[in-house]
């Protein structure tokens, strides 16, 4: 166990240190990524540049096995459904609502269907991943709105929403809590679970400031944070609190788990959020993985830290759904 700057405990992983893998992985962010996150500005001119590059690298990447993919186009997004091949549970067994990373700007349903595919084979549901709209085209307040409407989609399709878990990486994991938030003021009902993967949870990057990791993260930058809140959430350089879930209301959110690296700039969200949810009655629980970087299990799922983790991931999401054999941890 360690004591955290807020004054909880949180469970630390891997105190013994990591993988070669891990290793090669934190080198590579602290050479590459910090750098260009450090030195390219990120405005509506360049958010497009950094999307089309990333997508072009993620078409490099081998294709998961394992999964079956179901195409499925909404009015302003879309979404795939992905199942273990050969599965054929429905929709009403259960699901996942995956809501992948990127800072709202970069990244979609090709960048994260490893970690999609992954979790669908563990868990042996469907996952649902969501291409929702991103900057510049849409502000965050309509990803939002994309992600709420995936998730009255399973509802529709006969999803129970007892036995459905909300996850998500980075701009990810706020979008599970954000989404959570929303579907519960609109009457909707609240789902069975909250996984955040190195969630960024508070939109004020002026809280940063003064914890260690502002300047420890091997690649995240309060200043790339800034630039996306002011591009995405800010109305004349105003932020709304309400925006940030971690200032929700939080009673009626189900129970979560948190995941994040010990280093990484969003432990910060992490720490407070387990301390509110903590004071308002919600089962939570908070992991800290030693040696690893923000979002390592959504940028390389196959490490072997993020194997476990993922793991850990999925037997959360069996307990939060009842009466579900136990699948296959592949």
Known sequence: MVTTTSGDTATVMNPHGSSASARLLLATCHSVLRPVLRTVPINRRTIP???AAI???????????????????????????????GAARSLRHGAVLYMHG????????????PVAASLAR??????????????????IAGSIEDCVTAYRWLLRHGADPKHIVFAGDSAGGYLAFATALRAIELGLPSPGGLVGLSPLLDLDYLARGEHANAT????????????????????????????????????????VL???????????DCEEMTERLT??????SMQLWRGQVHAFMSIAPNLPE?????????????TRVEEIPRARTA
Do not use: M, W
Request: glycine fraction near 8%; include cysteine.
């Open 122 to 139: 563990r868990t042996g549901l469907p996952v649902v991943n969501v291409d929702y709209r991103q900057l510049p085209t849409a502000d």
């Open 258 to 268: 948190l995941i994040a690296a010990e280093d990484e700039l969003f432990r910060h």
């Open 49 to 51: 540049i950094g999307a």
């Open 279 to 284: 004071a308002a009655g919600v089962p939570n």
């Open 216 to 255: 420890r993260d091997p690649y995240l930058t309060v200043a790339a944070l800034a630039a996306v809140v002011r591009i995405g959430a800010e109305v004349d350089g105003n932020l709304d609190p309400l925006l940030s879930p971690i200032n929700g209301a939080l009673a009626e959110l189900p129970p």
């Open 102 to 113: 990127g800072g709202f700007a970069v990244c979609g349903l090709n960048t994260h269907r």
């Open 55 to 85: 997508e072009g690298l993620s078409k490099l990447r081998p294709q998961p096995r394992g999964v079956d993919r179901e195409q499925v186009t909404l009015d302003n997004f879309g979404l795939e459904v992905l199942r273990p091949s």
């Open 306 to 318: 993020s194997r476990s983790a993922l793991a850990r991931v999925s037997r959360f999401v069996r």
